[in-house]
């Protein structure tokens, strides 16, 4: 290992480079001399007044925060101390400002997927890359035991109606969070799915826009550092593996593999290179030459080492690695897989409970399934639906073929299916998003390891639409009849309607930004599958079959993922529970099941959150008679923004009161 300086690293200076001469010879802006003359993240007043105008930034005041820019250039701003900035603000809303750039102030890779200092022109939090350093996460953890100290000296009685809601999320994140103070270390720092190297991928090819000279100067000070962020890695999973929390042994395995290909890949390919090439094509500077060659030199002498000596870690970490097991393995590995069940369904709900819940959908929709294929003439009556299932994904005439054309035919279609959920199913909507959800081909480079799609989150200022991810490397992972649930699921009226509303919400920032109650955001995701279910969307029985597919699977989920982490399940006992019951493949069951082992509870929020929310609407159906109309059944739901399913619960009872009255 390397260690390094616990504290934060000062970006490079570039022009110490070969970009020197042309770089220094250049014009520089306003917001370019402030990204050289202030430090964004040192304890000092200017930085304070930057950080106030990125609040009214977020808070579309951007005139005002270029205003106070422009002062801290002249060294005329004020002297006071921003009212957020105090131990306790006065106001509530004020204390709800503290809380969002408590959760920025140290995240300069978050601002860049952000965009919202990019938006009023300034750029520093781009030179940097975030602090893994132990000191850092010690004093976030105290800085939250702070901020619940001070949120519960605020009467509930006092507030309006939308503060108390607030006010209730914000208590239930920072109860939880302090709450699990003993397992704050037990997330896997380094996994297949997420982590340190996909983070530090889509900061440098997605979050981190380049247009101008001082982007291109920030990208390099951001490779610079990727040596910093790996070895601060190190120490951390060093400390973990202290306390006996270790990745299971595939989780490093592919880790290392990954920086195998990082380092061995001739510079002209290397993913960062290429980025910043693509982009001074796209962007001519008349500095390009030299910015090429400095991130020659950097990539070559800083980031290839730095991915060859995190190989060589994982390679010796591998050693003591001895198993794929649950979190049940890890010290308090019952208390955190509880913990983490909470986290993530937002219930008291066992992991017994969950388990037999699982195993009761299971059996339901295998019914439901059933009787499609007797509808069709197709159902073996001695077959399980899993087999039955597989027999299907046998056929060659539900796949694309693996070639550009293909690839090209694939994104056409999911586009026409999106046209055609906004005729068919934008009318059960009054509020919907401004802009519509973006289809694009994932980047070759983060293909693997990468789910079938996703979705991506627009910037908070509308200057990046919400973009529906489609990884195409191998089609026939992706069978067509899949396409339309999946569709529903990740982009309209799923994830990109409920994030998108969420951002037009007079809500606190921090709300506006919050993805992270997963049952709120997944439930909704997979109850738009099942909309469109019930609404006829879906074009054929095949179709029907794919939805059906996809919500058996994440049954399946509330089943294979307490079996991991609570009943001891072995890999290849998730494995085969997972192909027998969904007739996925065995290479798709795998990667999936590899999920669940590194996400310890994050798969059972899917379903969990659809059974609240369509029991919910049931109710409300029930209660309302005549009166229920589903638009405004998604108005409280969706202009609530993402809570846990007891406040979305209260939500909804207030309603049927409200209606009702």
Same mark, same amino acid.
């Given at each position: 290992?390397?260690?390094?300086?616990?504290?934060?690293?000062?970006?490079?200076?570039?022009?110490?480079?070969?970009?020197?001469?042309?770089?220094?010879?250049?014009?520089?802006?306003?917001?370019?001399?402030?990204?050289?003359?202030?430090?964004?993240?040192?304890?000092?007043?200017?930085?304070?007044?930057?950080?106030?105008?990125?609040?009214?930034?977020?808070?579309?005041?951007?005139?005002?925060?270029?205003?106070?820019?422009?002062?801290?250039?002249?060294?005329?701003?004020?002297?006071?101390?921003?009212?957020?900035?105090?131990?306790?603000?006065?106001?509530?809303?004020?204390?709800?400002?503290?809380?969002?750039?408590?959760?920025?102030?140290?995240?300069?890779?978050?601002?860049?997927?952000?965009?919202?200092?990019?938006?009023?022109?300034?750029?520093?939090?781009?030179?940097?890359?975030?602090?893994?350093?132990?000191?850092?996460?010690?004093?976030?953890?105290?800085?939250?035991?702070?901020?619940?100290?001070?949120?519960?000296?605020?009467?509930?009685?006092?507030?309006?109606?939308?503060?108390?809601?607030?006010?209730?999320?914000?208590?239930?994140?920072?109860?939880?969070?302090?709450?699990?103070?003993?397992?704050?270390?037990?997330?896997?720092?380094?996994?297949?799915?997420?982590?340190?190297?996909?983070?530090?991928?889509?900061?440098?090819?997605?979050?981190?826009?380049?247009?101008?000279?001082?982007?291109?100067?920030?990208?390099?000070?951001?490779?610079?550092?990727?040596?910093?962020?790996?070895?601060?890695?190190?120490?951390?999973?060093?400390?973990?593996?202290?306390?006996?929390?270790?990745?299971?042994?595939?989780?490093?395995?592919?880790?290392?593999?990954?920086?195998?290909?990082?380092?061995?890949?001739?510079?002209?390919?290397?993913?960062?290179?290429?980025?910043?090439?693509?982009?001074?094509?796209?962007?001519?500077?008349?500095?390009?030459?030299?910015?090429?060659?400095?991130?020659?030199?950097?990539?070559?002498?800083?980031?290839?080492?730095?991915?060859?000596?995190?190989?060589?870690?994982?390679?010796?970490?591998?050693?003591?690695?001895?198993?794929?097991?649950?979190?049940?393995?890890?010290?308090?590995?019952?208390?955190?897989?509880?913990?983490?069940?909470?986290?993530?369904?937002?219930?008291?709900?066992?992991?017994?409970?969950?388990?037999?819940?699982?195993?009761?959908?299971?059996?339901?929709?295998?019914?439901?399934?059933?009787?499609?294929?007797?509808?069709?003439?197709?159902?073996?009556?001695?077959?399980?639906?899993?087999?039955?299932?597989?027999?299907?994904?046998?056929?060659?005439?539900?796949?694309?073929?693996?070639?550009?054309?293909?690839?090209?035919?694939?994104?056409?279609?999911?586009?026409?299916?999106?046209?055609?959920?906004?005729?068919?199913?934008?009318?059960?909507?009054?509020?919907?998003?401004?802009?519509?959800?973006?289809?694009?081909?994932?980047?070759?480079?983060?293909?693997?390891?990468?789910?079938?799609?996703?979705?991506?989150?627009?910037?908070?200022?509308?200057?990046?639409?919400?973009?529906?991810?489609?990884?195409?490397?191998?089609?026939?992972?992706?069978?067509?009849?899949?396409?339309?649930?999946?569709?529903?699921?990740?982009?309209?009226?799923?994830?990109?309607?409920?994030?998108?509303?969420?951002?037009?919400?007079?809500?606190?920032?921090?709300?506006?930004?919050?993805?992270?109650?997963?049952?709120?955001?997944?439930?909704?995701?997979?109850?738009? !599958?099942?909309?469109? %279910?019930?609404?006829?969307?879906?074009?054929?029985?095949?179709? &029907? #079959? +794919?939805? /059906? *597919?996809?919500?058996?699977?994440?049954?399946?989920?509330?089943?294979?993922?307490?079996?991991?982490?609570?009943?001891?399940?072995?890999?290849?006992?998730?494995?085969?529970?997972?192909?027998?019951?969904?007739?996925?493949?065995?290479?798709?069951?795998?990667? !999936?099941?590899?999920? %669940?082992?590194?996400?310890?509870?994050?798969?059972?929020?899917? &379903? #969990? +959150?659809? /059974? *609240?929310?369509?029991?919910?609407?049931?109710?409300?159906?029930?209660?309302?008679?005549?009166?229920?109309?589903?638009?405004?059944?998604?108005?409280?739901?969706?202009?609530?923004?993402?809570?846990?399913?007891?406040?979305?619960?209260?939500?909804?009872?207030?309603?049927?009161?409200?209606?009702?009255?």
């Amino acid at each position: 290992m390397n260690p390094i300086s616990a504290q934060f690293q000062s970006p490079v200076n570039i022009s110490e480079g070969p970009a020197i001469k042309t770089i220094e010879s250049s014009q520089e802006s306003l917001h370019d001399q402030l990204l050289r003359s202030t430090q964004l993240f040192s304890n000092n007043h200017q930085r304070l007044r930057i950080w106030e105008a990125l609040l009214l930034a977020a808070h579309n005041k951007k005139e005002e925060a270029k205003s106070i820019l422009e002062a801290v250039h002249d060294h005329r701003e004020p002297q006071d101390i921003p009212s957020w900035n105090q131990a306790q603000p006065t106001d509530i809303e004020v204390f709800f400002d503290k809380l969002f750039i408590h959760d920025v102030w140290r995240n300069p890779q978050k601002l860049s997927l952000l965009g919202l200092f990019e938006s009023i022109g300034f750029k520093d939090h781009n030179a940097h890359l975030n602090d893994y350093s132990l000191s850092f996460f010690d004093d976030n953890f105290e800085e939250k035991k702070k901020l619940l100290g001070s949120i519960i000296n605020y009467d509930p009685e006092t507030l309006t109606p939308d503060q108390k809601i607030s006010y209730q999320v914000f208590l239930w994140q920072l109860n939880h969070a302090v709450a699990g103070e003993k397992f704050q270390f037990h997330k896997y720092l380094v996994n297949q799915m997420w982590g340190i190297l996909q983070e530090i991928t889509m900061t440098l090819t997605m979050s981190h826009k380049l247009e101008e000279l001082s982007d291109f100067e920030n990208y390099i000070c951001r490779l610079d550092q990727i040596s910093i962020q790996l070895r601060q890695t190190e120490d951390l999973m060093e400390y973990q593996r202290k306390k006996g929390i270790i990745p299971p042994r595939f989780a490093i395995q592919k880790t290392a593999e990954q920086c195998k290909k990082m380092w061995e890949a001739p510079i002209d390919t290397n993913i960062f290179y290429t980025y910043l090439e693509s982009s001074l094509d796209k962007n001519p500077i008349r500095e390009k030459e030299a910015i090429l060659e400095e991130a020659k030199h950097v990539v070559e002498n800083g980031v290839r080492n730095a991915y060859h000596y995190f190989y060589e870690y994982c390679m010796e970490l591998l050693e003591t690695a001895n198993a794929n097991d649950g979190v049940w393995a890890l010290p308090y590995g019952d208390e955190y897989y509880a913990h983490a069940l909470a986290e993530h369904t937002t219930t008291d709900m066992s992991a017994n409970e969950i388990h037999e819940l699982g195993l009761q959908e299971v059996q339901r929709l295998e019914g439901e399934i059933r009787a499609i294929l007797a509808k069709e003439n197709i159902l073996v009556d001695d077959k399980e639906i899993g087999e039955q299932i597989h027999e299907l994904s046998k056929r060659e005439d539900i796949y694309y073929p693996n070639t550009d054309e293909g690839r090209k035919k694939c994104l056409e279609d999911f586009e026409f299916i999106l046209e055609k959920a906004r005729e068919k199913l934008w009318p059960l909507f009054d509020t919907k998003p401004k802009l519509p959800v973006q289809v694009k081909q994932l980047p070759k480079e983060l293909e693997q390891g990468s789910p079938l799609a996703f979705y991506l989150l627009p910037s908070l200022d509308g200057s990046r639409e919400g973009i529906f991810y489609v990884n195409t490397c191998d089609l026939r992972q992706l069978p067509m009849y899949e396409m339309e649930t999946l569709a529903m699921h990740e982009a309209e009226p799923g994830h990109h309607f409920q994030v998108a509303i969420q951002y037009g919400l007079e809500i606190p920032v921090l709300r506006k930004l919050s993805t992270g109650f997963t049952a709120y955001v997944e439930g909704w995701a997979l109850y738009a !599958e099942k909309l469109a %279910y019930e609404e006829g969307f879906y074009s054929s029985s095949l179709d &029907k #079959i +794919g939805h /059906l *597919k996809f919500d058996l699977w994440r049954a399946a989920r509330l089943v294979v993922d307490t079996g991991i982490h609570h009943k001891g399940w072995t890999k290849d006992q998730a494995i085969r529970y997972m192909t027998s019951i969904t007739g996925t493949s065995h290479t798709s069951a795998e990667t !999936e099941i590899e999920r %669940y082992f590194v996400m310890p509870g994050q798969a059972c929020a899917y &379903k #969990i +959150g659809q /059974l *609240k929310i369509l029991e919910l609407r049931q109710r409300a159906k029930e209660m309302l008679g005549d009166k229920f109309k589903i638009q405004e059944f998604h108005n409280v739901v969706l202009n609530l923004g993402a809570v846990p399913l007891t406040i979305l619960e209260e939500a909804v009872d207030l309603y049927i009161q409200r209606v009702n009255s």
